[in-house]
């Protein structure tokens, strides 16, 4: 039986995994003791991804539109069809009348290589990706309060923390495989703390829940914020080399009432003084959040 490394992209952690294939199928799947992301771990997902591709329902063959309906062609006349109709296209009304669109399932090579078709086979840098409709705000908003459009840390950095903030995100559905690293940080002995409305296993397991009203996460951190600053935990050092606009954001934490926020999230103004406490002497946080806060 032949064994093939490969990523699994049913989500964003994209684990190493080995597809064990018989002939022309797919028969099996197993983790890769040796990836970075999973360590030799899987979800369920992972485990049974195999039977995706072994699926009765799955296309085997393109299927081409011919006298209004869907018939079995070869590849070559597929890729032939597609390459004269986008040509045809370019050729008419530009090549910016063309759009492609990367699925979410895609690796970060196949989407590469999207664009790369996009950019210099067609001419146009109109791609865009599935989930940019509700992720365009988050790249924004780390653009420009962390100067780059995507996470400062690996996953493996998890391990090595001190506190861990997951907020909004039910990361045991989403990404199971980072809930199992911020369960085993747990173990060795991070502190971890949950914010959120809903309930999710890591709540479940956390050292902390705080349980706040929807949308009311603002008030949470700057009442967080508040009691960080009025007893001095700051670490001047890194925001004196890394931040802009500290006198200003200073001045509107210098605003808030901790017992108000308290009362408009509905969590206990000592569960926030926990929390900040916690996270302002810890050496090492990292904070995994929902893409829309």
């Not at 002939?23 to 485990?47: E, K, L």
């Not at 980072?178 to 971890?192: C, D, M, P, T």
Request: charge should be neutral.
């Amino acid at each position: 039986m032949a064994h093939a490394l490969a990523t699994c992209c049913f989500c964003g952690v994209g684990c190493g995994i080995y597809l064990e294939t018989s002939g022309d199928r797919i028969v099996g799947a197993y983790p890769s003791m040796s990836h970075p992301a999973n360590r030799g771990r899987i979800c369920v997902r992972g485990w049974h991804v195999h039977e995706v591709a072994s699926s009765p329902d799955r296309l085997k063959a393109p299927l081409l539109r011919k006298k209004g309906a869907l018939v079995e062609v070869s590849w070559d006349e597929a890729y032939g069809f597609i390459a004269e109709r986008l040509r045809a296209i370019r050729d008419r009304h530009g090549p910016d009348a063309i759009g492609f669109v990367s699925s979410t399932h895609c690796s970060n090579e196949e989407s590469y290589l999207l664009q790369k078709l996009a950019r210099s086979v067609i001419g146009t840098n109109n791609v865009d990706h599935g989930i940019s409709v509700h992720r365009t705000n988050t790249i924004q908003a780390l653009s420009e309060m962390l100067g780059v459009p995507a996470a400062t840390c690996s996953i493996a950095d998890i391990e090595r923390s001190d506190v861990i903030v997951v907020d909004g995100v039910d990361l045991a559905k989403g990404s199971p495989t980072i809930g199992g690293w911020v369960l085993r940080a747990r173990l060795r002995g991070a502190k971890v703390i949950v914010v959120g409305a809903r309930h999710s296993r890591i709540a479940v397991n956390a050292d902390m829940f705080l349980q706040n009203r929807p949308r009311t996460e603002i008030h949470l951190y700057g009442a967080m914020a508040k009691i960080i600053v009025d007893r001095g935990l700051m670490d001047m050092k890194f925001i004196k080399a890394r931040c802009r606009g500290y006198e200003e954001f200073l001045a509107r934490v210098k605003e808030y009432d901790v017992l108000w926020a308290a009362e408009q999230c509905d969590v206990p103004p000592e569960s926030i003084e926990e929390a900040a406490l916690a996270f302002a002497r810890a050496g090492i946080v990292i904070r995994d959040c929902d893409a829309e806060l």
